[in-house]
Nanobody, 122 residues
Framework: QVQLVESGGGLVQAGGSLRLSCAAS????????MYWVRQAPGKQRELVAG???????NYADSLKGRFTISRDNAKNTVYLQMNSLKPEDTAIYYC????????????????WGQGTQVTVSS
């Protein structure tokens, strides 16, 4: 079992930046693909970004380079750097882990964190 705990959410103004962290338990963290997924009220979950055990990354096309996902396997931690935030970025951001590699079919999620709220005001 893998436990994921997100932190770093909060209230920011449009154009501001925020850095989210996801701390993972266990000693096999490096074996997993890690993801950030967000969900706004009344809307479907949306994949924000994913990173492989080796550091290869994938991003949602709509982000236009504003977000950066990274991982530190020595610290069992995944990060999401969010820049130039917009009100439409407001959502609960979840950290997720997948055993299977991400491919052309998309990600597979096996574990979820509790989520952290990000609110962007105009």
């Amino acid at each position: 079992q893998v436990q994921l705990v997100e932190s770093g959410g909060g209230l920011v103004q449009a154009g501001g930046s925020l850095r989210l962290s996801c701390a993972a338990s266990g000693r096999t963290f490096g074996r997993y693909w890690m993801y950030w997924v967000r969900q706004a009220p009344g809307k479907q979950r949306e994949l924000v970004a994913g990173v492989s055990s080796a550091g290869s990354t994938n991003y949602a096309d709509s982000l236009k380079g504003r977000f950066t996902i990274s991982r530190d396997n020595a610290k069992n931690t995944v990060y999401l750097q969010m820049n130039s935030l917009k009100p439409e970025d407001t959502a609960i951001y979840y950290c997720a882990a997948g055993i299977a590699a991400m491919n052309s079919r998309g990600p597979s999620y096996d574990y979820w964190g509790q989520g952290t709220q990000v609110t962007v005001s105009s």
